[in-house]
T-cell receptor, first 110, second 114 residues
Framework: QKEVEQDPGPLSVPEGAIVSLNCTYS??????FMWYRQYSRKGPELLMY????GNKEDGRFTAQVDKSSKYISLFIRDSQPSDSATYLC??????????FGDGTTLTVKP | KAGVTQTPRYLIKTRGQQVTLSCSPI?????VSWYQQTPGQGLQFLFE???????NKGNFPGRFSGRQFSNSRSEMNVSTLELGDSALYLC?????????????FGEGSRLTVL
């Protein structure tokens, strides 16, 4: 069983929709939680980063962490075609090793 | 501020050959991690270097090796290439403190093994 499981997708939504991307994990040592966005043929770029349970908002993006349930989510409001990309959740222990989900590919149609 | 730079961006090799990939981290970053990304396996951790020392290692065979230089630049080497080594190899740098976990990725080196 993988330490990090990500909803596989792919997801296709109309422009303006609310998108929910989700990951679960099994390793209690994970302390830091990240979401990366990866455009085609590019490296991942950090989108959101948090280290505590609760919500963190940045513009149209909200990251949610529930450590008790070992569950994290990324919400995208008013989705735009430019949001079309693969989204990767990632988790890191204090020792510094990051583990990634397999990614969810999102397409936002105009 | 310059980002993470990886060279070469694309390369084609044949089975049995070896390859060396290079990564220059963001100035001031002392940690460099390497990842292999394939459609079937996602992003797999190879190894991480900090101050020229390997800190963590993923579950890859000994054909995959790396090193870090005193200026934090890093190289990874794959010997005796196999078809399954075809992938995007990503390097990521980070500021290493006890309380941050941010990785900054380069654009990757896309390796094709024929």
């Amino acid at each position: 069983q993988k330490e990090v499981e990500q909803d596989p997708g792919p997801l296709s939504v109309p422009e303006g929709a609310i998108v929910s991307l989700n990951c679960t994990y099994s390793n209690s040592a994970f302390q830091y939680f990240m979401w990366y966005r990866q455009y085609s043929r590019k490296g991942p770029e950090l989108l959101m980063y948090t280290y505590s349970s609760g919500n963190k908002e940045d513009g149209r993006f909200t990251a949610q962490v529930d450590k008790s349930s070992k569950y994290i989510s990324l919400f995208i409001r008013d989705s735009q075609p430019s949001d079309s990309a693969t989204y990767l959740c990632a988790m890191r222990t204090n020792a510094g090793k990051s583990t990634f989900g397999d990614g969810t590919t999102l397409t936002v149609k105009p | 501020k310059a980002g993470v730079t990886q060279t070469p961006r694309y390369l084609i090799k044949t089975r049995g050959q070896q390859v060396t990939l290079s990564c220059s981290p963001i100035s001031g970053h002392r940690s460099v991690s390497w990842y292999q990304q394939t459609p079937g396996q996602g992003l797999q951790f190879l190894f991480e270097y900090f101050s020229e020392t390997q800190r963590n290692k993923g579950n890859f065979p000994g054909r995959f090796s790396g090193r870090q230089f005193s200026n934090s630049r890093s190289e990874m080497n794959v010997s005796t290439l196999e078809l399954g080594d075809s992938a995007l190899y990503l390097c990521a740098s980070s500021l290493v403190t006890a309380y941050t976990g941010e990785l900054f990725f380069g654009e990757g080196s896309r390796l094709t093994v024929l």
